[in-house]
């Protein structure tokens, strides 16, 4: 294991690894069909074998000079995906979120159902189904939301759906013309859009403390070759941490007392 070990550390930063996920990134598709040929020769070497019905490849246009290619694997193309699932998050090819976002609020909604016989039960306290929906649903929600690059739209798409769960918890309909503030203080709920915001800014302070050759900060600093098309430019995961200190009044120099940052920064439910 040794060769496959140092054959793993020639690949940072551009291999993620977890448990049996493995996925390589690189800028052109002679470079990904080299460490794909790589990587086969060092896990077959030591008895492991790539699945040949759950690899797949993806190509990321974002305006730059590579172009798309097919990607083979014992001389049979891989199928190409748009986007594909890495840790329960999707990734787009379009560097987008929005099926991202779908997809966590969808699951939310399996999750909210599950629970559906206790959180809609009009005998339940309204304090004990808040922390059901606290501990349970939201969290299934949020999962991967502190690297989202949210715009407007998706904003508007989580908390709707929330609001959804929360006024069905309460028994209430938008007919009953009863304030969302109302019904987060009855069940102690902070808004979605609030907690992820904080949840941006927490990951951002983690990253912030680390060395400066860690992978994360690193990224930080990172530019994409090639330039933006034409338009309104696409909003980057920066821009949403500037947004989210500026509305916060923080700056990036608090990031190095993590105390203070997270008081700062931190949204937490009412009580």
């Not at 490849?57 to 049979?76: P, Q």
């Not at 999750?111 to 922390?131: F, I, N």
């Not at 938008?174 to 304030?179: A, E, F, N, P, T």
């Amino acid at each position: 294991m040794d060769a496959l070990t140092s054959n793993i550390q020639e690949e940072a930063p551009w291999c993620m690894l977890f448990a049996d996920e493995i996925v390589l990134v690189r800028d052109n598709a002679l470079e990904v069909q080299s460490r794909l040929v790589k990587w086969q020769e060092k896990l077959e070497s030591v008895g492991l074998k790539i699945s040949r019905t759950k690899t797949e490849h993806m190509f990321c246009d974002f305006g730059g000079l590579s172009s798309f290619s097919h990607i083979a694997l014992d001389g049979v193309s891989l199928p190409v995906c748009p986007d594909f699932r890495y840790l329960g998050s999707l990734i787009q090819g379009d560097g987008r979120i929005d099926r991202d976002v779908k997809n966590r609020i969808n699951a939310g909604w399996i999750k909210w159902r599950q629970v559906s016989g206790t959180t809609c039960d009009p005998r339940m306290p309204l304090k004990l189904k808040g922390k059901i929906y606290r501990t349970i649903v939201r969290p299934v929600v949020m999962y991967g939301s502190e690297c989202w690059a949210m715009k407007v739209t998706d904003e508007r798409r989580v908390h709707a759906a929330e609001m959804r769960m929360l006024g069905w918890m309460c028994g209430v309909t938008r007919k009953d013309r009863i304030k969302n503030e109302y019904i987060r203080g009855s069940l102690k709920v902070a808004p979605v859009t609030e907690k992820i915001r904080s949840s941006r800014l927490a990951w951002y302070g983690h990253v912030m403390r680390r060395d400066e050759c860690h992978i994360g900060k690193r990224m930080l600093e990172m530019n994409v070759d090639g330039r933006r098309a034409y338009g309104r430019p696409k909003k980057r995961w920066m821009d949403c941490v500037k947004e989210d200190m500026r509305k916060k009044g923080v700056s990036a120099e608090v990031t190095k007392d993590r105390g203070e940052w997270k008081r700062k920064t931190c949204c937490a439910d009412p009580t």
